[in-house]
């Protein structure tokens, strides 16, 4: 039985709903619900997607809604809309256009982000590029990580061999409503190679190289090769190591 349902597809149109299982490939479109784990090839949901359990793909397109219950697996997840995962999502390659959030952490290779990424746990990645909000419970880990600042950013640590934070030349609305609504980046401590921060609040900041931007609020920088601040940041102290 389950040989022969490995080779069929399913799709759903309308108001539907599947049982867990093994697939080809899977289609939605219009409100479905998957209830169990799914294994499938390819997932493509359009409209509203509920999977009652985890799901492992090679390739997922989500485009609306969705929500899944367990793990989150795929090579290439691909996300137009919101889509709120209660355990860990795991990938290849992420490209979010909207907002993922997970209540686990969030593992992969590569992830570009426009619009908001927030989760629980810890973030890991190869390569991250976010154009919007960061907001991350524990540590964030990642080789290359440029965040372009729309609105609050967080994170315990970042970790990383290149980290670029940029601010926006020009204030959002709620940027004056508001300082909890701002464009910023708060984070305990911020450790790697190549270090370059506008708009970002810490407690230490530490690198090879080092350079604080405008609006930065650092309370200790320590560096070995090079530093410079802008006269529109604040440094606590500066030392090299």
Not at 37 to 57: F, M, P, R, S
Not at 177 to 203: C, F, H, N
Not at 207 to 219: L, R, T
Request: charged share 25%.
């Amino acid at each position: 039985m389950m040989a022969e349902r490995s080779v069929k597809d399913l799709k759903i149109n309308g108001v539907g709903q599947a049982s867990g299982g093994v697939y080809r490939e899977i289609q939605t479109e219009g409100i479905a619900t998957l209830d169990g784990d799914i294994t499938c090839e390819v997932l493509e949901a359009n409209g509203t997607l509920k999977i009652k359990g985890t799901i492992q793909a090679g390739q997922m397109s989500f485009n609306g809604t969705g929500s899944s219950e367990g793990l989150l697996q795929g090579g290439k997840i691909e996300l137009d809309g919101m889509l709120k995962v209660h355990q860990d999502v795991r990938f290849t390659s992420l490209h979010v256009q909207g907002m993922l959030q997970s209540k686990g952490s969030v593992i992969g290779e590569t992830a570009k982000v426009d619009g908001a990424l927030k989760l629980d746990g810890n973030a890991e990645f190869e390569t991250a590029e976010v154009d919007g909000q960061l907001q991350v419970g524990g540590m964030l880990n990642a080789g290359n990580l440029k965040l372009d600042l729309e609105g609050p950013c967080h994170a315990k640590e970042i970790g990383g061999e290149v980290i670029v934070v940029r601010q926006r030349k020009g204030k959002r609305l709620l940027d004056y409503i508001s300082p909890m609504w701002a464009s910023r980046l708060t984070v305990d401590v911020i450790e790697g190679d190549d270090i370059r921060l506008e708009g970002t609040k810490a407690e230490v900041v530490r690198g090879n190289s080092v350079v604080i931007g405008p609006g930065c609020e650092i309370g200790r920088v320590e560096y070995k090769e090079h530093y410079e601040v802008s006269p529109q940041a604040s440094v606590g102290h500066a030392e090299q190591k």
